[in-house]
């Protein structure tokens, strides 16, 4: 198949708000073309609409729905920094210490200087 049919296919779903269609479209086209610079617009769309997502499901209290779409957030956007500690709150959260100190060691390694990620850290300890 030609790259460009999955690329416009998945916009056609996006604009469809069928995010899940998307999605699985622009994964084929990864497997045919993983350095589409359409591809990586795309993946920029699906970092913002999982990142917001996860934030407002943090908000209303949905952990588990929290948990899933910041995962699919640093998926798509592995090096920013306010996903990976946002993810490690929300593990906090719920009580999973180990993934927690995970992302918030992962926020560390991109940004040495984040305060927030050093309080999740020493909370962890206390």
Same mark, same amino acid.
């Given at each position: 198949?030609?790259?460009? &049919? !999955?690329? &416009?296919? %998945? /916009?056609?779903? =996006? +604009? $469809? *708000? *069928?995010? +899940?269609? /998307? @999605?699985?479209?622009? *994964?084929?086209? +990864?497997? $045919?073309?993983? &350095? =589409?610079? #359409?591809?990586?617009?795309? @993946?920029?769309? $699906? !970092? *913002? #609409?999982?990142? +917001? =997502? %996860?934030?407002?499901a943090g908000v209303d209290k949905d952990n588990a729905k929290a948990i899933s779409d910041l995962r699919k957030a640093v998926r798509y956007g592995s090096l920013k920094v306010d996903a990976w500690y946002n993810l490690g709150g929300a593990y906090f959260t719920t009580g999973d210490t180990a993934e927690a100190r995970t992302c918030w060691e992962r926020t560390l390694q991109l940004d040495p200087r984040n305060m927030a990620a050093q309080q999740g850290l020493a909370a962890l300890r206390r």
């Open positions: 198949m030609y790259t460009p &049919n !999955f690329l &416009n296919l %998945g /916009a056609a779903y =996006s +604009r $469809l *708000d *069928d995010v +899940r269609s /998307a @999605e699985a479209v622009w *994964d084929t086209a +990864r497997s $045919l073309d993983p &350095n =589409s610079t #359409l591809l990586k617009q795309y @993946e920029q769309y $699906l !970092f *913002d #609409l999982y990142y +917001r =997502s %996860g934030l407002k």
